[in-house]
């Protein structure tokens, strides 16, 4: 395993940092291209091991891909009445494992879905639940979880399925079961209670629509309510935005030393959930500027950095990213409604703390986030605990002190294998 870590910086920063595009949006285009009878091409794709896994996958289910230079070609469709078994190796890609278990859901064939040991501790035993609800055969030795053999079964294409579900199971669920419904009869999906990650099925719906689907999303006092009608996909060229997720490494990075960075081709209008970072960044002391070349953060190093309280249930991949500026910042940083995460990569509350604390910060883990005290920083060796998030994030702590390094350095691969680069040739980091 590599390590690797910043120069501590003692002046602002000031740059251009290119990021990939979205990994949640690149994924659900790819599905709803895939499923299209007609050619079309995704463009503008994340970089990372996530999407590359996607595209491996819906190849092995028979759809013609030709993949180069950030763009997708998609031929032909998967082949839905294939015969003979085959296997989808998903690595540690959580989206596209559920995903593409959906998916292997409108197909004749047997498909078993496996992944890295640790995916196949991951809970997703609601999403076979709807499946089997729908009609499809979903079978597992350890049920709920990966290793899972799916096929379509007695599956009824011809009527509308209506199913129901609790509010706080994983958005991801709710989606793949969105993005098989027009080729299924059509679903109509009631989450009741409190919905977790409403924006990310909100962004499906909004992908899907992209390519011909009729998609509604409704909110009541019960919960909410989604209705996919029955119909085809229409290939279309898509368009994928700059990642706000990734973005929010080069802007904490601002956050943390002062400058200025531009991240290009980022939307303040884009469908992803992230975009609310924007204000929490304000909301600390940040300037957000946004026009034609992209979204610009800024911070005078007079300005002091301000702890927040806020509920991340709906942008919960920016936790780790929010606590190291919490760790820096003036006051207490209160993350709170994020709970859940302690089953995504890593446990995202208890081993994000673990290694905060390690840096010297005052953390508490709550029942549903972090309290975080702005603290003095220590020399330390970080572990990602295999997660992304923890390894970009945490790195960032490196500008502020020196001999912060990250252990397991190349996880970053999973969404932004050119982190280390970009974010040095973007910021003159050494």
């Known amino acids: 395993m590599s390590r690797d870590t910043f120069a501590r910086v003692r002046t602002p920063l000031r740059g251009t940092v290119t990021v990939p595009g979205s990994k949640s949006v690149s994924n659900r285009a790819l599905v709803c291209a895939a499923l299209s009878p007609q050619p079309g091409s995704v463009e503008g794709i994340a970089e990372g091991d996530d999407t590359l896994r996607m595209v491996a996958g819906l190849k092995v289910l028979g759809a013609r891909l030709d993949a180069a230079g950030g763009s997708v070609r998609i031929e032909s469709a998967i082949q ?60 597992s030795a350890q049920d709920g979880c990966l290793p899972v053999t799916v096929s ?61 689907a009729t998609v509604r999303v409704d909110r009541d006092a019960r919960g909410l309510t989604v ?45 992803q959930p992230e975009v609310v970072f924007a204000d929490v960044l304000e909301r600390m002391g940040c300037r957000v500027h946004a026009d034609s070349a992209g979204v610009r953060v800024s911070r005078e190093p007079h300005q002091p950095l301000r702890g927040v309280d806020v509920d991340m ?63 003095s920083l220590r020399t330390a060796i970080v572990d990602t605990h295999h997660d992304h998030r923890l390894a970009m994030s945490l790195a960032l702590l490196s500008l502020r002190q020196e001999g912060i390094v990250v252990d397991d350095a190349e996880v970053v691969a999973k969404s932004w294998p050119s982190y280390w680069t970009a974010m040095r040739s973007g910021l003159a980091l050494a």
């Open 152 to 212: 379509r079964g007695a599956m009824n294409v011809a009527d509308v399925h209506r199913l129901e579900a609790r509010g706080d199971v994983s958005s991801q669920f709710i989606s793949g079961i969105m993005m098989i419904a027009p080729l299924c009869g059509g679903v109509e999906l009631c989450l009741t209670g409190s919905v977790v990650s409403a924006g990310y099925i909100e962004m499906t719906a909004r992908v899907m629509r992209s390519f011909g």
């Open 227 to 271: 209705v996919v009608d029955a119909g085809e996909y229409h290939g279309t060229r898509f368009h994928v935005d700059a990642d706000w997720s990734s973005s929010s490494y080069p802007f904490a990075a601002i956050a943390l030393t002062g400058g200025e960075v531009l991240v290009p081709g980022l939307r303040t209008s884009s469908s």
């Open 80 to 139: 839905r009445n294939a015969r003979g078994p085959v296997t989808i190796d998903a690595g540690l890609a959580g989206t596209t494992s559920r995903f593409l278990t959906a998916v292997a859901a409108v197909c004749e064939r047997e498909t078993v879905i496996t992944g890295a040991a640790s995916l196949q501790r991951r809970p997703m035993g609601e999403l076979h639940q709807l499946l089997r609800a729908m009609g499809a055969t979903v079978t």
């Open 313 to 375: 249930s709906e942008i919960s991949d920016l936790v780790p990213t929010l606590a190291v500026i919490g760790a820096c910042a003036e006051g207490t940083t209160r993350i709170r409604g994020v709970g859940f995460i302690r089953a995504k990569e890593s446990d995202r509350l208890g081993d994000l703390a673990n290694e905060l604390a390690k840096c010297g910060v005052n953390v508490s883990v709550e029942d549903d986030g972090l309290t975080i005290h702005g603290a």
